[in-house]
Structure formats: C-alpha cells, structure tokens
C-alpha cells in the first residue's frame, strides 16, 4: 500500500489531501480504485484535475502490462535444458532439466537420488563444459565417485580434473548454514564459482530436507519459517541467474499406503517438476542400478508416467565407444 503524500505528483497539494482524507481516501489504491467523478463531488474539487492526478498515479505505480507473447519469446530466449545424460531420465523429463526452476528427486533411502545427481553433475562439468554448484547436507558426496564416473567418460587425466574443477562443492549440515550457503551464492559466490570459463548453470542440493525435517513439527514455527526462506532464495538463484536448480527429498507414506514426497503440501508448490524414485521388484543382481522413476509434477507432461533406467548408466565405460558418440550427438 502506497501512502498518498504531497507533492507526489502535480496538483496533490495539502488542501487536496486533507478533503481526500476526509472521503477516507488515504492511499494510490484507494484514489485509482475509487469513481473519480463521485470522489470530485465528494471533495469539492475539478473533476478533470483529479482525472489527471489519477492518470499520473497509475504511470507511476501500476505494473506495465507485458503480453502473453512477449513473454513467452522471452522465456524461448532465455530458457536452457540440461540433459541428464541419461536418455531414459531425459525422456521423461521432456529432454532434461530446466533452467529457471526448481527440479526434484523424492525417493526412500536406496533410491538412488544421490547417484542421478552425482550423474548430473558429471555430465554437465565435462559434457557440456558448465560450471556446477553442489551443497551436500549428508556427507553423501565422494569426490572418488565423482572421479570414478568421469573415468568412465574420459580416458584424458587432464579432462577428468577440468571437469572436476567444474564441480564447486559446499557441505553444510543444518538449514541454517544452508540458508547462509545461499545467500552468499546469490550475492557474489556465483561469479567465484566459475572457474575455467563457462557460467554455473546447475545447482544441486541434496538434500534439502534432511535439514528442514528436523525442525518440522511441534508447536514452533520456526521450520515452517525455515522451509519458506530457504524455497524463496531456490527460486531467485535459479531465474535470476538462470540455472536448473535440482533438490532431493525423503519420502512418508500416505495413510493408503502410498509413498509421497516429504516436506508436506507447503513444499510441494515449491518444484516445478517432481519425480518419484523407487528401486523396482525387477531388480536383480544382474541388475542391481535398475530404478524406476515416475512423474508426479509437471507443467509440460502428463503425470504419472514412468520410466525405467539404469543407475551404472553414468558409469558405464563409454569413451572410445558408438555409444558416446551418438550421446555426444545428441547434448545441447
């Protein structure tokens, strides 16, 4: 709410703000929003003089209207997808994450939440030759793993180590010191962050609710409040810096028995896209990476589907392979 102040624009003098305020006009709403022949009569004053004090209010403090087209040319401009680097995952999340918004992994422990995103890491550092932030909150990150699936990529010692450069690592280990994480990411750790050229395009948090749960519950608010702050500064690293942002999240089970993501109803508007990670009955010792992943969030694609894949995807040997080339192909 905008106070009306004298002086704020041509003709808004004292005399006019006192009769406004008698009329019980006190703010830009309430002049813009009020008929300006009945408020004239009201207040015993030109009705042309208050039109053009209206019309200078609302150039002042209305939004400027956008159009739906202009917008979405804007959204195809600025807009990137990331490919996963694992074509099955791709698929179901219509070719990969999005920059500008807030993916999820919800899945129970053995899901293989860290694993994908260690696997995304991987590929965007040395495929896509991007800049990644990772803040780890369980101690989960191995950069022996991270060398591992990149051997797998590359037989070049000096590859494995640029890409590993790539990947900018943070442990913090409560919500607070995660919130800080952020925080200073957004005001200047970003541009710290790229190291060899490039822009830091994804940033991955796994996981956000071992953090949050903690303080969930009870008569304090303060996790509630916590959970809220910590979604809000997601959601303006990942548009105002365009990058995908992807978190994971634990699992409950609802009262028919069926997993859902945790964090409560709250959280849920915070993805945009939501996926839904479980280790099938299909899985074998021959297949011991097989996970199963189903989408239950998103605004391009039906929910509900699913798909297959294989966690040894991203550790695979591929180098030297038809594979990796037509994988190379195929990246943006």
């Given at each position: 709410m905008?106070?009306?102040?004298?002086?704020?624009?041509?003709?808004l003098?004292?005399d006019?703000?006192?009769r406004?305020?008698?009329?019980h006009i006190?703010?830009?709403?309430?002049?813009?929003?009020?008929?300006?022949e009945?408020?004239a009569?009201?207040c015993?004053?030109s009705y042309?003089?208050?039109?053009?004090i209206r019309r200078?209010?609302?150039?002042?403090?209305?939004?400027f209207?956008?159009s739906g087209a202009?917008?979405?040319?804007?959204l195809?401009?600025s807009?990137?997808i990331?490919?996963t680097?694992?074509?099955?995952l791709?698929?179901?999340?219509?070719s990969?994450v999005?920059?500008?918004?807030?993916?999820?992994?919800?899945?129970?422990?053995?899901?293989g939440k860290s694993?994908v995103?260690?696997?995304?890491?991987?590929h965007?550092?040395?495929h896509?030759?991007?800049?990644?932030?990772?803040?780890?909150?369980?101690?989960?990150?191995?950069a022996?793993?991270?060398?591992e699936?990149?051997?797998?990529?590359t037989?070049?010692g000096?590859?494995?180590m640029?890409?590993l450069q790539?990947?900018?690592i943070?442990?913090?280990?409560d919500?607070?010191?995660?919130?800080?994480?952020?925080h200073r990411?957004?005001?200047?750790?970003?541009?710290?962050?790229?190291?060899?050229g490039?822009?830091?395009?994804?940033?991955?948090v796994?996981?956000v609710?071992?953090?949050?749960?903690?303080l969930l519950?009870?008569?304090?608010h303060?996790g509630?409040?916590?959970?809220s702050?910590?979604?809000?500064?997601?959601?303006?690293?990942?548009?105002?810096?365009?990058?995908?942002?992807l978190?994971?999240?634990?699992?409950?089970?609802?009262?028919?028995?069926?997993l859902?993501?945790?964090?409560?109803?709250?959280?849920s508007?915070?993805?945009?896209?939501?996926?839904?990670l479980e280790?099938?009955?299909t899985a074998?010792?021959?297949?011991p990476?097989l996970?199963?992943a189903?989408?239950?969030k998103?605004?391009?694609r039906?929910c509900?589907?699913?798909?297959d894949?294989?966690?040894?995807w991203?550790?695979r040997?591929?180098?030297?392979?038809s594979?990796?080339?037509?994988l190379?192909?195929?990246?943006p």
């Amino acid at each position: 709410m905008v106070l009306l102040r004298e002086g704020m624009c041509p003709g808004l003098d004292e005399d006019l703000l006192r009769r406004l305020r008698d009329a019980h006009i006190k703010t830009v709403e309430d002049l813009v929003s009020s008929g300006t022949e009945e408020l004239a009569q009201k207040c015993s004053v030109s009705y042309t003089a208050l039109l053009a004090i209206r019309r200078v209010l609302l150039a002042q403090h209305a939004a400027f209207p956008v159009s739906g087209a202009d917008l979405y040319d804007e959204l195809l401009s600025s807009t990137a997808i990331l490919s996963t680097g694992n074509p099955n995952l791709d698929a179901l999340l219509d070719s990969g994450v999005y920059t500008g918004e807030i993916t999820e992994l919800a899945g129970g422990s053995g899901s293989g939440k860290s694993q994908v995103c260690f696997g995304v890491a991987v590929h965007i550092a040395h495929h896509l030759r991007q800049n990644v932030i990772y803040v780890d909150t369980t101690g989960g990150l191995s950069a022996t793993r991270l060398l591992e699936m990149l051997q797998s990529e590359t037989s070049s010692g000096e590859e494995q180590m640029e890409a590993l450069q790539r990947i900018r690592i943070y442990r913090v280990f409560d919500v607070f010191s995660l919130l800080g994480c952020l925080h200073r990411l957004r005001s200047g750790g970003l541009q710290q962050a790229c190291i060899g050229g490039g822009s830091v395009k994804a940033l991955i948090v796994d996981s956000v609710s071992a953090v949050i749960s903690p303080l969930l519950g009870g008569k304090h608010h303060e996790g509630a409040f916590m959970m809220s702050q910590v979604s809000l500064v997601l959601k303006m690293l990942a548009k105002d810096f365009n990058m995908a942002a992807l978190v994971t999240n634990h699992v409950s089970t609802s009262s028919g028995g069926e997993l859902q993501p945790g964090l409560g109803v709250p959280w849920s508007h915070v993805p945009r896209t939501r996926v839904l990670l479980e280790r099938p009955p299909t899985a074998t010792v021959s297949r011991p990476g097989l996970r199963s992943a189903t989408l239950i969030k998103s605004s391009r694609r039906p929910c509900f589907i699913h798909a297959d894949f294989d966690l040894q995807w991203w550790s695979r040997s591929k180098h030297g392979t038809s594979g990796k080339r037509k994988l190379d192909h195929t990246d943006p």
